[in-house]
């Protein structure tokens, strides 16, 4: 069995939540989504749980970082293609989220990024297998 994450972020509400996500395109584990927490299925080994802040700490006994204040990650999924990642940022923003900073273009790799309405950082990335610069 391959190995899976799970990655947990705190969240402020749970439906506000659902509904970006849901309109980025993702679906969640009905198994494991409750008014407390929200199971979204990124990809076959990749999950991520929204916990409601006050479920989230229950499991911490350190402070909740305030993500609109302080990056406490910077989550980086990849993408098949340029326009997958400009097409999900485009759906982000419509969504409610925001871009922090333009598109990056190093040529090999093409990148772009969101954030949450609770403020998380998702980055974005197509890598051109055929323009990797070489190893040294």
């Known amino acids: 069995m391959p190995t899976q994450i799970f990655v947990n972020l705190a969240v402020k509400n749970v439906e506000r939540t659902r509904a970006f ?47 609109k204040q302080s990056t406490e990650a910077l989550l980086c999924l990849s993408c098949d293609s340029r326009n997958a990642v400009d097409s999900l940022v485009a759906k982000a923003v419509a969504a409610g989220g925001r871009t922090p900073r333009p598109a990056q273009d190093l040529g090999f790799m093409y990148s772009h990024s969101y954030e949450d309405p609770d403020g998380h950082l998702w980055e974005l990335v197509y890598m051109d297998p055929n323009a990797a610069p070489p190893h040294p």
């Open 21 to 67: 996500y849901a309109a980025l395109g993702y679906e969640f584990n009905p198994k494991f989504s409750n008014d407390k927490a929200l199971c979204m299925i990124v990809s076959d080994t990749i999950f991520v749980m929204l916990l409601a802040e006050p479920f989230f700490q229950t499991f911490i006994d350190k402070t909740i970082v305030d993500a």
